[in-house]
């Protein structure tokens, strides 16, 4: 039980183009799925936290009109990568908790991404 | 500001042996301490949760302890074996239930 699931699992966009990388939750509801992001052997660091029905909330230092996150049902947050540039470049992950449950997170196995 | 230290060089160690993971953390009164587990190019996987008020919690032959005096926690994996090879992430829940991790500790066992 409790498995996300992302799609993309990579993807190679070309620089001022945008891309959307969907998280989904197979076998739970989450309210919330939160948005990371992992440099090659760097920690994740968390972007943004995605509520069911409500606007994200991005952590200092993400652009938000950059970075649009959509948590249009309780299985399903898009992450959309607007105007990639090779900078963007990294492993986007994501996670979800259990509606009703409060601690651990459930992860997805990644999204690479590339720009060129 | 807020830290969450975890040793960045690999740990080597013979299979068999006891594997010992530390995370240190300041200002940070954490309820909740995460351990999770991260092979490469995947998302991390939940291990172990100890909540401040514990000072120990065990599952197979994982280990973790939690000293809130200190602001440490040790993670221990008996009786490593090569499957064992990952790198360990540490994480402290904040508001929101957000998670802010440690840079992680890449584990090598060798048969």
């Known amino acids: 039980g409790a498995v996300v699931s992302q799609h993309p699992s990579w993807v190679i966009c070309k620089s001022g183009t945008s891309v959307k990388i969907e998280c989904r939750s197979l076998d739970f509801q989450a309210t919330t799925m939160f948005w990371y992001r992992q440099f090659p052997k760097q920690s994740l660091m968390l972007m943004a936290t995605?509520?069911?029905?409500?606007?994200?909330?991005?952590e200092q230092g993400v652009e938000k009109d950059k970075f649009l996150i959509n948590h249009a049902s309780l299985t399903l947050s898009t992450l959309t990568v607007t105007s990639a540039h090779p900078e963007d470049s990294s492993f986007y992950i994501c996670?979800?908790?259990?509606?009703?449950?409060?601690?651990?997170?459930?992860f997805g196995p990644g999204t690479r991404l590339t720009v060129t | 500001s807020q830290k969450i230290e975890q040793n960045s060089e690999a740990l080597n160690i013979q299979e068999g042996k006891t594997a010992t993971l530390t995370c240190n953390y300041t200002n940070y009164s954490p309820a909740y301490l995460q351990w999770y587990r991260q092979d490469p190019g995947r998302g991390p996987v939940f291990l172990l949760l100890i909540r401040e008020n514990e000072k120990e919690k065990r599952k197979e032959r994982l280990k973790v302890t939690f000293d809130t005096t200190l602001k440490q926690s040790l993670f221990h994996i008996t009786a490593s074996q090569p499957a064992d090879s990952a790198t360990y992430l540490c994480a402290l829940e904040g508001a929101g239930n957000m998670l802010t991790f440690g840079g992680g500790t890449r584990l090598m066992v060798k048969p």
């Open positions: 995605s509520n069911e029905g409500s606007k994200a909330t991005y």
């Open positions: 996670s979800a908790k259990i509606q009703g449950a409060r601690n651990e997170q459930y």
